[in-house]
């Protein structure tokens, strides 16, 4: 399985092209809207077929590019059973697996950034989304966020992967690309094993953020898979 | 061999922490001045010892990190022998190799973006500065730059290595990590299989690109490590 990071400047999202080299099958996870001209012309030049978007949460930060790649690549839009996303195609939860070529890639439930995240497991590498950042985690104020939840989710779900297992986060915002399971469990400053459950929940709750500029935008339009039309009719995996 | 890619965003420039996992020796290729405290707590974190820096080539758009590291890390500062950089502990040029653990890197001379590029090979990955780029490459309007040897230095250095190779730039500005050689032969709009010597000098000599706005204290302030102080004692590698 070949993976390929790709990061928007303007929300510091990155989205991982993923395939499989002997089908040249592909998913893309987390897609933004804006990249979506760059992202099609490198699926183009790879000569791979876009099967899947995947997202980790319902973003409130950026656009999904989920609805247009349908439009333009045909491919299925995923998303958690959970999440109210009322136009993808199909629903999934902790413990399915989605076939992509000859490989597959496992779903991990890891909910407390929303109610609904989702973590994808491929290969010896684990695509957070906004549960698992490197050094810190996404904010639990807002979209059901909960942070008890989403301590139990990293420690129980993803600090029980092996130690080696190389972290693909939603977001940077330092210039970093990658960390690792075990980087994390040493270093990690909200959700490292020196920090207790209180020691988090506390953390989480003095972080006074400001909501996320583009939040009135995203949210209701991610809902829609960031395209007007109808909604779809979503099956299960 | 571990790799890790480090983003400068006011720059738009990489930086690549490599290193040998049996010995934790590692390399710094193009570290930038403004990330040091980043980088070194990440060494610091991984439990490595920063053994060299390693520059592609004199840069003309940050500041480089190398002086820095080197007083805070003790590590040592490794530029090409043509490149003017009296602040420096070791001169290489193409052909040479860095013992790093138990591991080596390659040095292959590519100029023409300056007068005195190198580019990295490691296991199967390639780190070409601003010679090679994603779909681009670094211009030749300054710094003794020439169009013709760096079409020359792409052809017959970068793309007679195995398609596969990852590619690792100095530079992008639109969110891609990395490329391989088969996809910059068959995609690079300056330099791919289909473009002769002729539309490649023609490509450049167009660009009509505004000087980078940092050059004037990058370049002299490069020649120094990126710090004051006395020249070091040059030795070979």
Same mark, same amino acid.
């Given at each position: 399985m070949q993976i390929r990071q790709l990061f928007d400047p303007e929300s510091s999202t990155f989205s991982y092209l993923v395939w499989d080299n002997s089908t040249r099958e592909a998913a893309l996870i987390d897609p933004v809207q804006s990249q979506v001209h760059r992202d099609i012309q490198l699926i183009r030049e790879l000569r791979l077929i876009l099967k899947y978007t995947l997202e980790t949460h319902v973003h409130a930060d950026h656009v999904t590019g989920s609805g247009v790649l349908r439009q333009k690549l045909?491919?299925?839009?995923? %998303?958690?059973?959970?999440?109210? +996303?009322?136009?993808? !195609?199909?629903?999934?939860?902790?413990?399915?697996?989605?076939?992509?070529?000859?490989?597959?890639i496992n779903v991990i439930n890891t909910p407390g950034h929303t109610n609904s995240d989702i973590s994808y497991l491929v290969n010896g590498a684990v695509f957070t989304g906004d549960s698992l950042l490197i050094?810190?985690?996404?904010?639990?104020?807002?979209?059901?966020?909960?942070?008890?939840?989403?301590?139990?989710? %990293?420690?129980?779900?993803?600090? +029980?992967?092996?130690? !080696?297992t190389l972290v693909y986060p939603g977001h940077d915002y330092k210039g970093r690309c990658c960390s690792t399971i075990a980087e994390e469990m040493a270093h990690n400053p909200r959700l490292g094993l020196d920090k207790s459950l209180d020691d988090f929940v506390d953390i989480?709750?003095?972080?006074?953020?400001?909501?996320?500029?583009?939040?009135?935008?995203a949210l209701p339009s991610n809902l829609r898979c960031g395209v007007s039309g109808k909604d779809t009719a979503i099956t299960r995996l």
């Open positions: 045909n491919s299925i839009v995923v %998303v958690h059973e959970d999440s109210q +996303t009322k136009c993808a !195609d199909v629903q999934i939860k902790g413990g399915d697996f989605i076939p992509l070529g000859t490989k597959r050094r810190g985690c996404g904010r639990t104020d807002f979209q059901s966020g909960n942070a008890s939840l989403l301590y139990q989710s %990293v420690r129980q779900q993803l600090f +029980t992967l092996p130690g !080696d989480m709750s003095n972080l006074k953020l400001a909501p996320p500029k583009h939040i009135h935008e």
